[in-house]
T-cell receptor
Framework: GAVVSQHPSRVICKSGTSVKIECRSL??????MFWYRQFPKQSLMLMAT?????????EQGVEKDKFLINHASLTLSTLTVTSAHPEDSSFYIC???????????FGSGTRLTVV | DQQVKQNSPSLSVQEGRISILNCDYT??????FLWYKKYPAEGPTFLIS?????DKNEDGRFTVFLNKSAKHLSLHIVPSQPGDSAVYFC?????????????FGKGTKLSVKP
């Protein structure tokens, strides 16, 4: 079945540095990738939608310059957290529509801790 | 290989009847399970969870059952309402849910017909 590989699974970084998170579709082409962040009470907030070959669509309240999203190819989408701060510490996860068209394939998530 | 499986991509139920969504997992280290609900153009929202020390958790019309020996959990919605129509995701974690990474199933699209 469709697989989305997300790396790294866990990362600890210093305040002010940047962190790149990658999501790769391994056996299908993901023209669209959704990026989520987990907030307290376990809800996932949709941050942005990336589309191959075009600019990402950001949700209201998400800083475009802080969370850089690139969808350079049909199999790779990246999220870069720039100038990370402790409040950016969270669980980030990507998801792509399943190639069969009726489901979603999630990455394994990235636990980011900014110290 | 998928660690969390939702084998039914879709389910159609009549309003007022019970909806049963199923989820199977393979990793015996999972100790916390969650159900999310997703409407089109929105992110998944948390619905209900269960710890591996329990076999049932109830919240209003929603009940989650966990069968650890079978590595199976199910979400029961009764009575089902048209507003329940959405995609439901099962997720599992091996660190109590709050600190560990979540592993998601592919989702089941529930349609509740009036």
């Amino acid at each position: 079945g469709a697989v989305v590989s997300q790396h790294p699974s866990r990362v600890i970084c210093k305040s002010g540095t940047s962190v790149k998170i990658e999501c790769r579709s391994l056996d299908f082409q993901a023209t669209t990738m959704f990026w989520y962040r987990q907030f307290p009470k376990q809800s996932l907030m949709l941050m942005a939608t990336s589309n191959e070959g075009s600019k990402a669509t950001y949700e209201q309240g998400v800083e475009k310059d802080k969370f850089l999203i690139n969808h350079a190819s049909l199999t790779l989408s990246t999220l870069t957290v720039t100038s990370a701060h402790p409040e950016d510490s969270s669980f980030y996860i990507c998801s792509a529509p399943d190639r069969e068209g009726y489901g979603y394939t999630f990455g394994s998530g990235t636990r980011l801790t900014v110290v | 290989d998928q660690q969390v499986k939702q084998n039914s991509p879709s389910l159609s139920v009549q309003e007022g009847r019970i909806s049963i969504l199923n989820c199977d997992y393979t990793n015996s280290m999972f100790d916390y399970f969650l159900w999310y609900k997703k409407y089109p153009a929105e992110g998944p929202t948390f619905l209900i969870s269960i710890s591996s020390i329990k076999d049932k958790n109830e919240d209003g019309r929603f009940t989650v059952f966990l069968n650890k020996s079978a590595k199976h959990l199910s979400l029961h919605i009764v009575p089902s309402q048209p507003g329940d129509s959405a995609v439901y995701f099962c997720a599992a974690s091996d660190y109590g849910g709050s600190q560990g990474n979540l592993i998601f199933g592919k989702g089941t699209k529930l349609s509740v017909k009036p």
